[in-house]
T-cell receptor, first 114, second 112 residues
Framework: SAVISQKPSRDICQRGTSLTIQCQVD?????MFWYRQQPGQSLTLIAT?????????ESGFVIDKFPISRPNLTFSTLTVSNMSPEDSSIYLC???????????FGEGSRLTVL | GNSVTQMEGPVTLSEEAFLTINCTYT??????LFWYVQYPGEGLQLLLK???ADDKGSNKGFEATYRKETTSFHLEKGSVQVSDSAVYFC???????????WGAGTKLIIKP
């Protein structure tokens, strides 16, 4: 199983600023996924990040707000831009490794926007 | 379309009680089914899975059987512990395209 490290684990940010979340995987993976989990809610897929191409965003999410980088097969970043209190959530990085649809998750980055 | 419906929480039980968390799904074809668990302050981790009808997934005393006739994947445990307190998510993968469809999650609280 993949081991996924996310940084920061939590942060408190001011409105209007941006924060970049890093996701490091201990093995090479084709696709990485970024999810948002708002307080008390289920998971919502933000985008799928493939190495060497632009991320694919889900409905309701745009690149200007959530730019994603995928420079290699073990690393990705998600930036939350121009933050507002509504962006306060847990952001989760995940990968699919075994071709069974099973996902492995990082521990999440808990973001609070004041 | 594809969807997952979970029992609404929170579910509160006493230690050693029997647990059932209901999960039903709507999907075309033959999806894979999963239960994920999220302990307080942590990310999600896979609890168990089943990839075809009548398969039973099991782990840490939890079980769930893939019932195609009732489109269900209910999570059960015979005797819960305080350490089982967490949020449990049912999910399906419609056709192994890595886009999981998630249930809303069920918060489980176990009291000593």
């Amino acid at each position: 199983s993949a081991v996924i490290s996310q940084k920061p684990s939590r942060d408190i940010c001011q409105r209007g600023t941006s924060l970049t979340i890093q996701c490091q995987v201990d093995s090479q993976v084709t696709m990485m996924f970024w999810y948002r989990q708002q307080p008390g809610q289920s998971l919502t897929l933000i985008a799928t990040a493939n190495q060497g191409s632009e991320a694919t965003y889900e409905s309701g999410f745009v690149i200007d707000k959530f730019p994603i980088s995928r420079p290699n097969l073990t690393f990705s970043t998600l930036t939350v831009s121009n933050m507002s209190p509504e962006d306060s959530s847990i952001y989760l990085c995940s990968v699919e490794q075994s071709n069974t649809g099973e996902l492995f998750f990082g521990e999440g980055s808990r973001l609070t926007v004041l | 379309g594809n969807s997952v419906t979970q029992m609404e929480g929170p579910v509160t039980l006493s230690e050693e009680a029997f647990l059932t968390i209901n999960c039903t799904y709507t999907a075309t074809g033959y999806p894979s089914l999963f239960w994920y668990v999220q302990y307080p302050g942590e990310g999600l981790q896979l609890l168990l899975k089943a990839t075809k009808a009548d398969d039973k997934g099991s782990n840490k005393g939890f079980e769930a059987t893939y019932r195609k006739e009732t489109t269900s994947f209910h999570l059960e445990k015979g005797s819960v512990q305080v350490s089982d307190s967490a949020v449990y998510f049912c999910a399906l993968n419609p056709q192994s395209n890595y886009q999981l469809i998630w249930g809303a999650g069920t918060k489980l609280i176990i009291k000593p």
